[in-house]
């Protein structure tokens, strides 16, 4: 460990003397004489408004490495003949584009011949379904909501708010901005808000990757943000609902009270060398699931408690009737702030860029606990009588820079550095994160009036009942209070050369350190201070805080205090360390281009260390009968996992309007990290005290879950506006996580349990 430590501080300090890059792409092509056809040797090839050009060589070839993604100019010039400007040339990530010239000679110098390209309906250097929006689909795109646009896309399905790809679960997809990873490690998903009028280009690649990229057996999406023109440009967008006041209809349809104002500004700073790009946005969504409701109103309320003496002392109830509004559902609010932005030194032959990523969602939700039924009520219209309601409050950033060091002009050294944070907070509408006051019905009693809502100080009342339906009482709390927290450290380093006319050659590889915290507890757990007769929750035996409260604590005590380390108290497990897993990579690609033939070959080798526990015999545990928790002699690390990922793409351009390609590979990602980890206090909870408690159960020494992935299709140009890319896929994923129940030996003295493991398999096709 000390010895990558000392790894990254060289890398780290080694970084100012490179240079920062966005993600580019490349430009080929053959310059000609016009009348006879033959190749100009020699010709300057540039890119207007760059330093970036080549020369042709013997055989009018030229090949302009590390261009940034985006729309360009190109120019030819050579000796005698006229220059030809080719104009609104689009660069893509990691693609290569073609421009070639025709010069015809020039009997009087003038002005250079400009034509505007158009872009290609086919494709023939891609080996594999590759979905690309940029800048100028996205303006023109009735559409607003980043993941809305990508559903539009071929492959992807959105449902529940979540991007599948070709059948694969969410957390099966991966995702780049700016070339890092902007995925929450805990749950496989994407935690960055994206802005649409920030983005200038992204891709969907469904029917594989390249070696270059790992932890995503479905697919990617790769973002790229815009950078500053030369220009000063500002734009503001706002769009919005409130049209009607709440219940009222207009035009057929009723106010949800949504909108979204997006303000953009780039331009030059100090001189055009230096370019920036800013982009902010609010959206906001009074019902964030816009469920149509024509409204009702509630009377008579029956409350069949007060049908016993001995509950509620008897007390009328203070609620007499409600009218649920028409339109939108009250109290499940969504506002999200976002900011990105991008800086850009550009002082040749040195290039810096940085890049930002910045967003705050707060989500409001009011389901609530029945206690009569004895489970979670997920219908907000259950809980209109309840003025009280809860938010998540997720705040995520991502830092990344790409730096390059331009060996020569067919050679570049590239390394990079990045760091995410995503957090998660719950918050109550009368305490906030402040938890432990949740169930002090005194403190609630402030905020409903004096109405009583509690059997006693920390139990709260039974529900209304009504028509058969049981409603929240106004002050009902929430049971469980979460937060969690999680970053990273990345490292990438990568080296690309152009051999000859035909390979371009990469090689690389990355590290990614992670510190997760997660905490998890039932609030209704303060009720112990009643049934213990103290005043501190540090006075609460510990064993009945655990049983009472099942908390989940890695990187907290279990009272939601931060902890770096392990913690005991008594002979008691208090706090667990955060986890610290740890993935790196390292992968070699050729690829290889000729007229009739593209090839994409490449491995990956793909490093997991989870930094996890498992049992040593998870038929015969141990516990301490005394603190009922397993002893230290039960573990054993987790093996660090890794494996060599073949990929291997073809390309066969038949002609300019034909295309046939192939793609064969292997991938494998981690399954969720919250399944991978639990506390100590938790296991014995659901091991020992308590039992299996189904909702929550815990995996031990998961590994990667491992996909082979295989398509074939064809491309075809329809007469000069349209073309179809038709193209049929295989996969086949192993060692999906699934439940699966342990029963240990007799001589343990412990009931069968269930734990997550590895198992579940699964075939797509189409």
């Known amino acids: 460990m000390k010895a990558i430590q000392r790894f990254l501080w060289v890398v780290l300090l080694a970084m100012p003397v490179m240079l920062f890059a966005q993600s580019s792409g490349k430009i080929v092509g053959v310059v000609k004489d016009k009348s006879s056809g033959e190749p100009l040797p020699g010709v300057n090839v540039f890119i207007t408004g760059t330093t970036l050009g080549a020369a042709t060589d013997v055989d009018g070839f030229y090949v302009i490495l590390n261009v940034p993604v985006g729309v360009y100019d190109i120019q030819a010039s050579f000796v005698g003949y006229q220059e030809v400007v080719l104009s609104g040339i689009r660069i893509t990530a990691d693609k290569t584009s073609e421009a070639n010239f025709d010069l015809g000679e020039a009997a009087i110098e003038g002005q250079a011949v400009v034509i505007t390209a158009e872009k290609p309906l086919v494709e023939k250097y891609t080996t594999q379904s590759v979905s690309l929006v940029t800048s100028e689909d996205l303006e023109n795109i009735p559409i607003r909501g980043f993941n809305n646009v990508i559903a539009t896309q071929n492959s ?51 029917g594989g990757y390249t070696a270059e990229f790992g932890g995503a057996n479905a697919g990617i999406v790769r973002t790229e943000l815009r950078t500053g023109s030369k220009q000063m440009k500002f734009s503001v967008d706002f769009q919005t609902d409130k049209f009607a006041s709440a219940g009222e209809k207009f035009l057929g349809t009723y106010s949800y009270r949504h909108h979204t104002g997006v303000a953009t500004i780039s331009g030059p700073l100090f001189n055009d060398k230096i370019r920036f790009f800013i982009a902010g946005e609010n959206s906001f969504k009074g019902d964030r699931a816009t469920r149509f409701s024509e409204g009702f109103t509630l009377t008579d309320l029956v409350d069949a408690n007060l049908r016993n003496s001995d509950v509620n002392n008897g007390n009328p109830d203070t609620v007499a009737s409600y009218i649920y509004p028409n339109g939108f559902t009250p109290k499940q609010e969504e506002d999200q702030w976002a900011l990105q932005s991008t800086l850009l030194f550009d002082f040749s032959p040195v290039q810096l860029r940085l890049s930002a990523s910045y967003s705050d969602r707060s989500q409001q939700f009011t389901s609530f606990y029945n206690s009569a039924l004895g489970s979670m009520n997920l219908t907000p219209m259950l809980n209109v009588l309840n003025d009280r309601y809860y938010q998540d409050v997720f705040t995520n950033t991502l830092l990344s820079a790409k730096l ?98 035909h390979h371009e050659l990469k090689f690389g590889g990355d590290f990614r350190q992670y510190n997760l915290r997660r905490f998890l507890i039932n609030a209704s757990v303060m009720n112990e201070l009643n049934v213990n007769n103290v005043s501190n929750v540090e006075d609460v035996p510990i064993s009945s805080w655990a049983s009472s409260g099942n908390p989940v604590n890695y990187g907290y005590d279990i009272y939601g205090n931060k902890a770096d380390s392990d913690q005991f108290r008594n002979g008691y497990q208090t706090a667990d360390a955060p986890k610290k897993p740890i993935f790196g990579s390292f992968y070699v690609q050729d690829k290889i281009e000729y007229n009739d033939l593209v090839i994409n070959a490449g491995l990956r080798y793909d490093y997991f260390d989870s930094k996890g526990q498992t049992f040593r015999d998870i038929l015969n545990p141990v516990y301490d009968q005394n603190t009922s928790t397993f002893t230290d002699d039960n573990w054993e690390d987790v093996k ?127």
Do not use: C
């Open 404 to 501: 390059t060091y331009i060996l020569s002009p067919k050679t570049i050294l590239d390394g990079s550095v990045s760091y995410f944070k995503s957090k998660l907070d719950m918050e109550d509408s009368y305490f906030g994160s402040d938890w432990q006051s949740w169930y002090d019905s005194s403190a609630v009693s402030q905020h409903t009036g004096g109405a009583v809502t509690f059997k006693s100080q920390w139990e709260p009342e039974e529900d209304y009942l009504f028509n058969g339906w049981f409603f929240a009482r106004n002050g009902e709390p929430w049971r469980r209070y979460r937060k969690q927290e999680q970053d990273y450290l990345g490292l990438a380093l990568n080296l690309v050369t152009q051999a000859g006319r």
């Open 156 to 206: 992807v399905v959105l449902q529940d708010g979540n991007i599948h790809i070709r059948g694969g679960r969410p957390d099966e997809v991966g995702y780049y901005i700016d070339g890092a990873s902007s995925v929450n490690p805990l749950n496989n998903t994407q935690s960055i808000y994206v802005i649409q009028d920030a983005v200038e280009e992204f891709q969907v690649q469904a």
């Open 640 to 766: 660090a996992f890794q494996q060599v990922s073949p990929r291997l793409g073809f390309s066969f351009p038949i002609s300019e309007k034909t295309v046939f390609y192939m793609q064969y590979g292997k991938f494998i990602q981690m399954p969720q990290l919250q399944d991978n980890y639990s506390s100590s206090q938790r296991y014995a909870y659901e091991y020992i005290s308590a039992g299996f408690s189904f909702q929550a159960p815990s995996g031990f020494g998961l590994k990667p879950q491992r996909t082979t992935s295989y398509e074939m299709g064809f491309r075809q140009q329809m007469g000069s506006f349209a073309a179809i890319d038709l193209s049929g896929f295989y996969r086949n994923i192993k060692g999906q996580v699934q439940v699966e129940k342990i029963f240990p030996n007799a001589s343990s003295g412990l009931q069968p349990f269930n734990i997550l493991a590895n198992g579940d398999f699964a075939t797509t096709k189409g």
